[in-house]
C-alpha cells in the first residue's frame, strides 16, 4: 500500500522509486504483485509512463486509512515495548486482591518483569476511590456499582462466583444449589460492613436465605483454610473456587448464577506507559479467560468443569513459558 500510495503521489515509477530508495523495477514489480493480488488494474500503462485506473482512484482513501492503522498498530506495539521498569501502585477491595487482581499482577510481570507493584488494601470501593483520587494510587479495583465521582472507570468482566463446601459434602451439595437451600447454612464470611459480605448477604436474602455466619475472619485469606477444615460453607470467585478442588473441597454451581461486576477507576486525563499496558494487558487476560470457558461451555462442559479445564489449560501454558525464558537467560 505504501508503494502504491507513493507511485500516485510522486507521479510515476521513477520518482517514487527515488522517495522511496528502492530499485525502479522492485517498486514496479510490487505494484503489479497487488493488481494481482486484488484482482484487478490499478494503473493504464500508457507508454512508459502510467495513468490511474478507476479501481486505483478508489483505493487512495482505503489505502491511507489502512496506513494509519498500521501505524497506530506500530505505536502501540512500541509504547508497550519501551514498559521496561517503574514502579505501577494500585488500590483494591481487599476481597479483589486474590482474584482477579493477583492473575492479572502475575502474568503481566512475566512479561515485564522489571515492572514494581505496589497494592493498597481496602474493604470498600468508596476507600478505593479516595486512596485514587488523591494520587496515592493511579489505579483502583473496585466492584460494582462503581463509586460515583469524579474518577475515570469502566466495568472490565463479571466476576462468576460459586459456592465452596467442606470435603466429603459432594452428598449434601448437589449442583447447582438453589438459594432457598442456603436459609439457615452454616456460612464463613468476612467482616460484617465489608463490601463483599454486603453483597451476598443482599443476594442470599433477596432470594429468601438468611444466612447463619458461624465465623467472620478479618482476613479473607482465613475464608478457604476454614472451609476445607470444615469450619462451613462460603461463596468465593470462580477461579479460586476451582483451584482449591485440589485440596478436596465441593464446589457448586448456584441457582440463579451469581455475578458481580469487577471495574477499573483513575483520575481523568492520561495514565502512565506501564498502567496503561497494565489495564491493557487485563483485558486482554480476561478475554482469553471468558473466551476459553464459553468455548467449553458450548461444548457441553459444566462451569464447574469448564474452569477447571481453562485454568490447567492456563497454568501449563505459564509453566511452559517460565521455562523458555530459564532456558534464554
Known amino acids: ?95 479483589l486482591s486474590a482474584d482477579p487482581l493477583s492473575v492479572w499482577v502475575a502474568k503481566f510481570r512475566a512479561d515485564h518483569p522489571a515492572v514494581r507493584f505496589r497494592i493498597e488494601e481496602r474493604e470498600d470501593a468508596g476507600d478505593v476511590a479516595a486512596l485514587v483520587r488523591s494520587g496515592a494510587c493511579e489505579l483502583g479495583v473496585v466492584s460494582t456499582p462503581m463509586p460515583r465521582s469524579d474518577l475515570a472507570g469502566e466495568v472490565l468482566v463479571e466476576q462468576r462466583l460459586v459456592l465452596v463446601c467442606p470435603p466429603g459434602t459432594e452428598d449434601r451439595w448437589t449442583s447447582p444449589v438453589p438459594f432457598s437451600a442456603l436459609d439457615g447454612a452454616a456460612f464463613v464470611m468476612g467482616e460484617k460492613g465489608t463490601a463483599a459480605r454486603d453483597f451476598l448477604e443482599r443476594e442470599l436474602r433477596a432470594h429468601g436465605a438468611e444466612p447463619d455466619v458461624v465465623v467472620e475472619v478479618r482476613q479473607r485469606g482465613a475464608v478457604l483454610p476454614i472451609v476445607q477444615a470444615g469450619g462451613g460453607v462460603a461463596v468465593l470467585p470462580l477461579r479460586i473456587a476451582v483451584e482449591a478442588m485440589h485440596h478436596g473441597v ?10 458481580r461486576g469487577i471495574g477499573l477507576i483513575h483520575r481523568p486525563g492520561s495514565l502512565t506507559a506501564a498502567s496503561q499496558t497494565f489495564l491493557t494487558h487485563a483485558k486482554q487476560r480476561l478475554a482469553e479467560w471468558v473466551e476459553a470457558l464459553e468455548r467449553q461451555v458450548a461444548s457441553g462442559s459444566t462451569l464447574i468443569r469448564a474452569a477447571e479445564v481453562t485454568v490447567a489449560a492456563m497454568d501449563r501454558r505459564v509453566r511452559e513459558l517460565n521455562l523458555e525464558r530459564s532456558k534464554d537467560q
Not at 50 to 69: D, K, M, S
Not at 250 to 259: A, D, I, N, Q, T
Open 1 to 95: 500500500m505504501e508503494y502504491f500510495l507513493a507511485v500516485v503521489e510522486h507521479g510515476g515509477l521513477n520518482r517514487a522509486a527515488r522517495a522511496l530508495h528502492v530499485a525502479q523495477p522492485s517498486l514496479s514489480q510490487s505494484v503489479r504483485k497487488l493488481e494481482k493480488d486484488l484482482g484487478t488494474e490499478l494503473f493504464h500503462r500508457v507508454g512508459r509512463g502510467l495513468v490511474l485506473a478507476p479501481a486505483g482512484n478508489e483505493l487512495i482513501g482505503r489505502a491511507r486509512a489502512i496506513l494509519r492503522e498500521v501505524e497506530a498498530a506500530r505505536i502501540a506495539v512500541r509504547d508497550v515495548s519501551a514498559v521496561r521498569g517503574g514502579t505501577i501502585e494500585i488500590a483494591a477491595q481487599s476481597d
Open 250 to 259: 465441593v464446589v457448586r454451581e448456584l441457582e440463579p448464577s451469581l455475578k
